[in-house]
T-cell receptor
Framework: NAGVTQTPKFQVLKTGQSMTLQCAQD?????MYWYRQDPGMGLRLIYYSASEGTTDKGEVPNGYNVSRLNKREFSLRLESAAPSQTSVYFCASTYLGQGRYNEQFFGPGTRLTVL | GESVGLHLPTLSVQEGDNSIINCAYSNSASDYFIWYKQESGKGPQFIIDIRSNMDKRQGQRVTVLLNKTVKHLSLQIAATQPGDSAVYFCAEKHSGANSKLTFGKGITLSVRP
């Protein structure tokens, strides 16, 4: 199992450009999350999808959109990138239901720089 | 607003010593408290969690202590090893299927050889 995979690993954008960050998991998890991590900060939730077909805003959703394409895939889109969106983005997944739903599994991250 | 935070930004320990990483929280309604470890260049990794009705839980070489009176959470690592060098985050959540995690800012543990 690959776990949670993210593409790309690195990206540089100019202000105003758009891009989509891809995330996929092969653990049959029903819930998926997008976080951003800035220096000296913890992880902040951008959007999440509790189950296929649903998405909800997290703590810092402005400037982002998401799509839960299917059970495996959850993408994050920046329509018009801004320097304030320079960050490391992490995707995570978990199984909500019986068992250890405190344990979110994280991808390796995408390091995004907006010039 | 509610927040989860850490007392110290960095902690340096000698290899073989025990490490204690502390965290203060402010949301009394949280049902679970969780510790994550993040190695350089990687995503966070779950270490251990504790439910709010417990005050201690042990894992492999790690122990989490919860003091609800003073809203304090700690992670103890026994016989610290170089591989324990990482950033550690505490997080909290309410029970419920859609409950989200709130992360603290993180503390760096550096293990001296």
């Amino acid at each position: 199992n690959a776990g949670v995979t993210q593409t790309p690993k690195f990206q540089v954008l100019k202000t105003g450009q758009s891009m989509t960050l891809q995330c996929a998991q092969d653990m049959n998890h029903n819930s998926m999350y997008w976080y951003r991590q800035d220096p000296g900060m913890g992880l902040r939730l951008i959007y999440y999808s509790a189950s296929e077909g649903t998405t909800d805003k997290g703590e810092v959703p402005n400037g982002y959109n998401v799509s839960r394409l299917n059970k495996r895939e959850f993408s994050l889109r920046l329509e018009s990138a801004a320097p304030s969106q320079t960050s490391v983005y992490f995707c995570a997944s978990t199984y909500l239901g019986q068992g250890r739903y405190n344990e979110q599994f994280f991808g390796p991250g995408t390091r995004l720089t907006v010039l | 607003g509610e927040s989860v935070g850490l007392h110290l930004p960095t902690l340096s320990v000698q290899e073989g010593d025990n490490s204690i990483i502390n965290c203060a929280y402010s949301n009394s309604a949280s049902d679970y408290f969780i510790w994550y470890k993040q190695e350089s260049g990687k995503g966070p990794q779950f270490i251990i969690d504790i439910r709010s009705n417990m005050d201690k839980r042990q894992g492999q070489r790690v122990t989490v202590l919860l003091n609800k009176t003073v809203k304090h959470l700690s992670l103890q690592i026994a016989a610290t090893q170089p591989g324990d060098s990482a950033v550690y985050f505490c997080a909290e959540k309410h029970s419920g299927a859609n409950s989200k995690l709130t992360f603290g800012k993180g503390i760096t543990l550096s293990v001296r050889p």
